[in-house]
C-alpha cells in the first residue's frame, strides 16, 4: 500500500496563490493514478483534479478549471496542486488519494481511490 501526507495549506487573500504537495511513501508511486479532492464545512467531499500515473493527462472540476493545476513527479514521489485566482468558495480541507490503477479509471468518483490522506486546511479570505 501506499502512505499519503498533504501539506502546503494556509491562509491566503482572494486571489492569492498556494501549491499543495501530496508526499507518497510505500509503494511505486508511478502505480497510482492520483486525485485531489476537497471538504468545505458542512459539505460533502467533491474532486478537485485528477493525474493519471503517466502525468500524460489531467482532469479538473469546471470550478477550478483554469485556475488550479495538476503535476506530479514520479521521481520524488510527490503529487501537487498549483491554486491560483484562489476564491474564498476555496476554502477547504483538501485530500490527496490514490488508486492502484486496477482497471477503469473513474476520476471524479471518491470510490475509486483505496489510499486517502489526512488533509491540510486551504483558507481564503476575501
Known amino acids: 500500500q501506499v502512505q499519503l501526507v498533504e501539506s502546503g495549506g494556509g491562509l491566503v487573500q482572494a486571489g492569492g496563490s498556494l501549491r499543495l504537495s501530496c508526499a507518497a511513501s510505500?509503494?511505486?508511486?508511478?502505480?497510482?493514478?492520483m486525485g485531489w479532492f476537497r471538504q468545505a464545512p458542512g459539505k460533502e467531499r467533491d474532486f478537485v483534479a485528477a493525474?493519471?500515473?503517466?502525468?500524460?493527462?489531467?482532469y479538473y472540476a469546471d470550478s477550478v478549471k483554469g485556475r488550479f493545476t495538476v503535476s506530479r513527479d514520479n521521481a520524488k514521489n510527490t503529487l501537487y496542486l498549483q491554486m491560483n485566482s484562489l476564491k474564498p468558495e476555496d476554502t477547504a480541507v483538501y485530500y490527496c488519494?490514490?488508486?492502484?490503477?486496477?482497471?477503469?479509471?473513474?476520476?471524479?468518483?471518491?470510490?475509486?481511490?483505496?489510499?486517502w490522506g489526512q488533509g491540510t486546511q486551504v483558507t481564503v479570505s476575501s
Open positions: 510505500g509503494r511505486t508511486f508511478s502505480n497510482y493514478h
Open positions: 488519494a490514490a488508486d492502484p490503477r486496477s482497471g477503469s479509471y473513474y476520476y471524479s468518483r471518491q470510490d475509486q481511490y483505496d489510499y
Open positions: 493525474i493519471l500515473w503517466s502525468g500524460r493527462n489531467t
